[in-house]
């Protein structure tokens, strides 16, 4: 069984940035594909980024973005924490959602189906 709790959530103007974090336990971090979802009020929640667990090269992982984040969200994860985090700039008010770290051995699989969810931080645009 894998926990995940994020935080880093809050309230931000239009334009700042925010960096969330999502701590994992219960198995091997390195071996777990992590992503970042998002829910919006009266939408359906929808990934926002995704890493892989197995590095391309040292330190480089395969990512996912979303259309709508590409070049104003990052996801990283540092294996000697057990974190995942996902740096959020430029934001805008349609970026207002509950956010959502899951995990999943495989990679297909967390950008889709994953097998793990966190409990959710709120990002409120707060212009």
């Known amino acids: 069984q894998v926990q995940l709790v994020e935080s880093g959530g809050g309230l931000v103007q239009a334009g700042g940035s925010l960096r969330l974090s999502c701590a994992a336990s219960?198995?091997?971090?390195?071996?777990?594909?992590m992503g970042w979802f998002r829910q919006a009020p009266g939408k359906e929640r929808e990934l926002v980024a995704a890493i892989s667990w197995n590095a391309i090269s040292w330190n480089v992982y395969a990512t996912t973005y979303a259309d709508s984040v590409k070049g104003r969200f990052t996801i990283s994860r540092d294996n000697a924490k057990n974190t995942v985090f996902l740096q959020m700039n430029s934001l805008k008010s349609e970026d207002t959602a509950v956010y959502y770290c899951a995990a999943d051995g495989i990679y297909g699989a967390v950008k889709t189906v994953p097998g793990y969810w966190g409990q959710g931080t709120q990002v409120t645009d707060s212009s």
């Open positions: 219960g198995r091997t971090f390195s071996r777990l594909a």
